[in-house]
């Protein structure tokens, strides 16, 4: 596999696994009581950028490894998930 193929790939899971990440331990202002005027009660209260690329790097670089041993080197693909409905082509 090109080495381009595997950095893209490993792109596209840190870039979902941010949004899995991006709610974990946040609070917010209304939770806070200090809710800044001009913004949304919803907002961070403390937007710790460094901890949540940190985590998402650590936890992508967990599942791309997994990714890639499981399809490059044992050979497991989309056509090795079992398929339960019937197909309709």
Do not use: N
């Amino acid at each position: 596999m090109p080495i381009f193929s595997v950095f893209a790939i490993y792109f596209i899971i840190w870039w979902m696994t941010l949004f899995i990440v991006l709610p974990i331990g946040l609070r917010t202002q209304a939770e806070e009581s200090d809710v800044v005027p001009g913004s949304v009660e919803s907002a961070p209260a403390r937007f710790r950028a460094l901890r949540i690329f940190g985590l998402t790097t650590i936890l992508a670089a967990v599942i791309h490894v997994v990714w890639y041993i499981l399809s490059v080197r044992y050979g497991y693909g989309i056509d090795a998930i079992p398929q339960f409905a019937p197909k309709f082509y």
